[in-house]
């Protein structure tokens, strides 16, 4: 039976500050990328989603990023590789004692915004970050764009790591996300997101931009909890699979990419 | 054999800051009390004094604050308990994970500066601080000021707790420290500290400011390293307690103040 | 004819973070008091407030506060009254080059939350709070809880001030805010409200929580713009103060209460 | 008579972390660029930084950059243009309230670290800063290195330009800086660099890396005022431009490169 894991970003409230839908979409999802304090997030944001995700049985990541509250840690900040290594070590820190306070288990690591996406394509900021994780538990899953160089530098390192792809985003031929700035990267009929996630989820593939099948095999599938209508999203998401006997789970180390020749 | 902890607080440069001789004074002290972000340090600050504290045998502790960087967390804010517990939950984190990226223990927690002092006077809020560390990790030892309700608090909920004393401070008969405003307040010669500190450590007793013998009975006594001889001043401590025939060793859950009636 | 400013908290967004309801609430008020980065705001939403401001025809105000982005300047800070001064100083200057940038005039200075209540009963914060702000221009007008010492520092040193009243907030009978932990602290009916806007604004007068008439004379009344209903409750005060024929203006230096006997 | 402007960048401690050596430079240089607190600084440091150049008759210039401070604005940010004009602004108009508090003029503006580097070569960046700036006055004087895009996009608002050089930096024969990971590239005996001083302000020209004679005719030399040494240094090349009968003073609007052709 396919199974695949569904997660999505949280915990990005910061002090007075409100952002996302996190109890509306909690009952939908597997996993949380719960942000660290750097891009959004502060301690008490943290242990009341860490406490959100224990009632609902979704499984707890951390979600560090560069320290860019005002960019929302989407600016690259060409910081040294080893800054960046440091920055994780202490985000996963942050997070992993306010799991232990409400008695869960960190699960997963993923990267927020620019640091994922440049890591994606610069092998030494990937090791460095993925050096940065396993320091602290070597057990811990580091989720990466699937086929890009985070899941390599994981690897490499013998860090689990899992494949992600983005439900709502379109690809190119060559397996990559078409970039935001072009038309159609962002698909929004709830419906067309739904069965693309089944088609990932089952077969692999997605249907490229330009109409070619894509080999797509990822662990998880990334959903957005800051678009209106995140929840009804994820809870169609979670229809069609169970529509199509897909099993939706958190990761399970013996089942990732890392596992498979060639992920 | 009488035996005494000497800590003091590192790692608290920021970024292209420098501040404090760290590795003057390694070198003399059992016990470190490392920076977390939020009054000072930062990730690679962080992760460089453990490596320093490894190297030299110094235990590491976590010295969390309010967040200030701007007022080096020396300033009263009155956030809710609730919000502090959060921030030393946060901060014990971040170190945690460094001490477990050097293969070394977190073995206790000094709260720093206005806090520190707050929670000396507050119940509520040192619970709340005790509360903070032991969801995290119950083993951790919590350091408060002697004879004030941080050792209280730590107690109540079964947390082990070491009083402290400070070396250079002059103390009032009831053993409360003499407020910094007042004359006399901090003791500059390096001899009288030495000297004090071995009888704090040996005989339990203090000479106040009025003359006064007063009973005062630490786990571990602090030194500063901010300021200038810092590192000749710790020197002088350790060679008057080896003359003295008085261990100087880390904190040791087996005998600490908590488990001392009346402590 | 009776004379009313209306002012209102704005500019209160960060980076990613939407807060408040600038836009919807702009054309029903006539000062707004404009968030300058210390607890919230950041320059992109100033430059963006200070543009609609211009475009609404709506007096531009400082509103600055403790450095306290976490807390939303909401929680005291015992920063010394020479902090306290150079920060306002350092705020008014920041939105003044907006004001510059955009061609309209800085009027006033109003702080905000925790600064601005410990100023209220705190002489010596509130003498370094108006010099913070005389130093940049003596021309400003320093707005300040009617009544309190943030009126009374103004004046010493020669500040224009204008006293404010709360259009939403129960009064006691000696002038002072029922505390908002007290039951009926805020009124929520946007009748009463507008009414009690008239009534102060052409009387100088409310009906204090006991029901005594206490005399409340101000020069501006504070909607706030980050409740539900914001904008309509700040249409229906605009809609009775037309119906009782008092006009609403931005504040007016000639018309101060600075210039009243007993102000 | 030859005239040249010596500036050195101040105000750069922050809180409780003391930085660079304002004090015992103070004489000898003609210009300060002050921190405005975003890579550096603090409101009550700008206020004292302002006060001692009032003291020693130092002309006072804002020093914006990058919002970095863990990274000390030496870090490349990708913020948009827009972004970094209102940094700018915002800067400049809370150090303008810190001269308007001493009574001094705020006569230039020179960017920080990464910002002027990026900007130096990227045309689009430029021009957002220099309107940046030319908003809140468009007298001030916008610093930028000799020949590069800083200079051609505040010619190209109409802003006042000064051409900047740097004393103790080696340069290409192309007339760029060498850059600081290859060897030479910093001089570091005061003899030299006191030499090149005078040579680039009398004859408008410094001898390259590898020999060849550039013309280099700055409005301004900078002197760094972190480096061991930088008093004594600062003092060596005021002596030998007094002795080469050169003036220093600060930057002129008369005088500056943006008056002469090709500047």
Redesign the interface.
Same mark, same amino acid.
């Given at each position: 039976m396919a199974r695949i894991d569904i997660n999505c970003d949280m915990g990005e409230s &910061?002090?007075?500050?409100i952002?996302g839908a996190d109890e509306a979409i909690a009952g939908y999802i597997t996993s949380a990328n719960v942000a660290c304090?750097f891009h959004?997030g @502060?301690?008490?944001v943290?242990?009341r989603t860490v406490a959100l995700c224990r009632e609902h049985g979704v499984a707890v990541g951390a979600h560090p990023s560069f320290?860019?509250?005002?960019? &929302?840690g989407?600016? +690259?900040?060409?910081?040294t590789p +080893? +800054?960046v290594r @440091?920055?994780l070590?202490?985000?996963?820190?942050?997070?992993?004692?306010?799991t232990?306070?409400h008695g869960v288990r960190l699960v997963h690591v993923k990267a927020h915004g620019?640091v994922y996406n440049m890591a994606a394509q610069d092998k030494r900021l990937a090791l460095a970050m993925a050096q940065g994780v396993a320091?602290?538990?070597p057990a811990l899953i580091f989720v990466g764009l699937a086929g890009s160089l985070l899941i390599d530098a994981a690897r490499e390192i013998g860090l689990p790591a899992a494949a992600e792809a983005f439900a709502d985003r379109a690809y190119n031929p060559d397996g990559s996300l078409v970039s935001r700035r072009l038309p159609g990267a962002v698909i929004h009929d709830p419906a067309a997101v739904a069965e693309r996630v089944v088609r990932m989820a089952r077969d692999g593939t997605v249907v490229s931009i330009t109409g070619e099948l894509v080999t797509v095999s990822p662990d998880t599938i990334c959903v957005h909890g800051d678009t209106p209508g995140a929840a009804e999203l994820a809870r169609a998401i979670r229809q069609e699979l169970a529509a199509a006997g897909i099993e939706a789970g958190p990761l399970d180390p013996l089942l990732l990419c890392t596992r498979r020749p060639g992920c």
């Open positions: &910061f002090g007075n500050y952002y304090g959004a @502060d301690p008490s943290m242990s320290p860019d509250l005002l960019g &929302f989407r600016r +690259e900040i060409n910081a +080893e +800054e @440091d920055y070590t202490y985000q996963v820190g942050a997070l992993m004692a306010f232990r306070a620019a320091r602290v538990d």
